[in-house]
């Protein structure tokens, strides 16, 4: 049986106070988690140091929200996977809609973030998605397939293992809208056929997906409970701890 991982993208919301506050009840909600469920945050860059202290032996794992592909240099504003790693992160969300919409990242540039991630020992959550326009037009499977093949050109299986995949209708992003269940199992299994051709059957059965896009927790245990559907990659509702943990704990919920 696969994992489920939750993470918890927080964007650009919380300054240190608030996070601090925030991690603080988030670690008391998260005092034991059932065998095979992860809890992931993202908080901003600004919190990530007194984050990664104030989870130290704490059962919540660390990640960033982005990166840039090369070590060093000169590139004003970025931050690159060692960094990350010497503060403690352990993930780091790579592709997200908002960075490839506002942001203008290529399935290209991407991909040399995760093969930068994978490289430096951090596990990429991969975000892929389709917009309503491309949904409606019947380009789902073109479009999430074309995607998941351009971000993981040249990464092998044994990387692969190490990676996740966020699948994030870009049209339930932020809307309040939000694909049912069958509609997001359908898309992970289409993910997952692929997978299991571009590598092997194993690859694909191993092969983590989350959903993304307005889970919240009137919809997480429908959501979750999908066979195809290993966790989730939550915005909104994970800068309110009561409101991740009951979406985390719905991953399973008898634990």
């Not at 592709?95 to 399935?107: A, I, M, N, Q, V």
Request: hydrophobic share 40%; aromatic share 6%.
């Amino acid at each position: 049986m696969r994992r489920k991982i939750i993470a918890g993208n927080w964007k650009m919301n919380k300054n240190v106070d608030e996070s601090v506050a925030l991690i603080n009840e988030l670690k008391e909600r998260f005092r034991n988690l059932p065998d095979g469920l992860e809890v992931v945050i993202c908080p901003p860059y600004t919190s990530l140091v007194v984050g990664s202290q104030l989870l130290r032996g704490s059962a919540l794992k660390l990640g960033a929200q982005n990166m840039y592909y090369e070590d060093d240099g000169a590139f004003t504003g970025e931050i690159s996977a060692r960094m990350l790693k010497s503060i403690g992160c352990e993930y780091v969300i790579l592709g997200h809609s908002e960075r490839r919409t506002y942001f203008h990242e290529s399935d290209d540039v991407v991909n040399k973030k995760v093969r930068k991630a994978l490289a430096s020992g951090l596990r990429p959550i991969i975000c892929v998605g389709e917009t309503l326009d491309e949904r409606e037009r019947g380009l789902t499977e073109v479009v999430v397939s074309r995607q998941v093949k351009g971000v993981l050109e040249n990464v092998s299986s044994d990387e692969l293992s190490r990676a996740v995949i966020a699948y994030e209708p870009v049209w339930a992003i932020g809307t309040g809208k939000n694909a049912t269940p069958q509609q997001a199992n359908d898309v992970h299994r289409l993910i997952r056929g692929l997978i299991s051709r571009l590598y092997d059957r194993t690859a694909g059965d191993r092969l983590i997906i989350q959903y993304g896009g307005s889970v919240k927790p009137e919809n997480a245990m429908d959501l979750l409970s999908q066979p195809d559907v290993d966790g989730a990659l939550v915005g909104g509702a994970s800068l309110k701890a009561e409101s991740f943990a009951t979406i985390a704990l719905a991953s399973y919920p008898s634990g």
